[in-house]
């Protein structure tokens, strides 16, 4: 199964100005952790949800990129990540 790797959307976000926030939210239960990028001046935030390991540790496996703003999870939406395009290929682990 083919994954799109983090830190390549990362690197993504950051050359369009978006910056990492502090804060995540870890869901061990469910075995995900959720990183937010924010750019100065916009509302608009992006989350990427990303698998953890058996250790509860963060892997490089994307699980979900939401964009959106307020409470997490609540009014944001989804961006598909459709494998058959070349820009999601480009992003892939």
Known sequence: MKFISYNKCKSY?????????NGTNVYRNLKFMTYFFS???EKLKY?????LNNDNEPTDKVMGINYGYGSP???WNSIKIDMRKKFWKNLVI
Request: charged share 20%; glycine share 4%; aromatic share 16%.
């Open 13 to 21: 976000l950051e050359s369009f100005g978006y910056v990492l926030e």
């Open 39 to 41: 750019k100065t001046n």
């Open 73 to 75: 999870y609540i009014d």
């Open 47 to 51: 989350t990427i949800n990303v698998h």
